[in-house]
Nanobody, 121 residues
Framework: QVQLGESGGGLVQAGGSLRLSCVDS????????MGWFRQSPGKEREFVAA????????VGEDSVKGRFTISRDTAKNTVYLQMNSLKPEDTAVYYC??????????????WGQGTPVPVSS
């Protein structure tokens, strides 16, 4: 069973950095594709980045490319989202998710509770 728990969110000033963590306390982390999503007030949830069980990664929106990096530590059952040069428009609740499938699949079936990231201007 997959159980995901995010941490690392919090208020940050524009231009600052944060690293989000997501621990998978289940037993399938090593074979799962892990993703990060975010949802801003009044907007639909959007894909941010994903990393396959082999370590291949992809980043979604052009607005975060070059600023956000996803990585995973299989020994710690943890996936990270390093966020640099944060902007007010990055303000959102960030969610970790997992699926059993390839990197570009979209059928995420397991979700964390989310961690808020407010970015002040």
């Amino acid at each position: 069973q997959v159980q995901l728990g995010e941490s690392g969110g919090g208020l940050v000033q524009a231009g600052g950095s944060l690293r989000l963590s997501c621990v998978d306390s289940g037993r399938t982390f090593s074979s799962s594709t892990m993703g990060w999503f975010r949802q801003s007030p009044g907007k639909e949830r959007e894909f941010v980045a994903a990393v396959s069980w082999r370590g291949a990664s992809t980043v979604g929106e052009d607005s975060v490319k070059g600023r956000f990096t996803i990585s995973r530590d299989t020994a710690k059952n943890t996936v990270y989202l390093q966020m640099n040069s944060l902007k007010p428009e990055d303000t959102a609740v960030y969610y970790c998710a997992a699926l059993s499938g390839p990197l570009h699949a979209s059928h995420y079936g397991h979700w964390g509770q989310g961690t808020p990231v407010p970015v002040s201007s």
